[in-house]
């Protein structure tokens, strides 16, 4: 299952980037998305373009 990760990941000796397309095991895979660190990822791999990631979400406080 190939997920792109929305939070920074790191295992033993590898730290992967916001943004990141990985090739998980189905458990490992659901757990990262469980937890919000990742989603599931379906389009073409090697992506042709460039993906836009939301960095900084605008706040809903009623001032913007």
């Not at 095991?25 to 989603?39: F, H």
């Amino acid at each position: 299952m190939r997920i792109r990760l929305l939070k920074s990941h790191s295992i033993t000796h590898v730290k992967y980037a916001i943004g990141t397309i990985l090739n998980y095991s189905k458990g490992p895979a659901e757990r990262l998305i469980i937890e919000g660190k990742a989603e599931r990822y379906t389009g073409a791999y090697p992506p042709s373009k460039k993906m836009k990631t939301d960095f900084f979400k605008p706040k809903n406080n009623g001032n913007n």
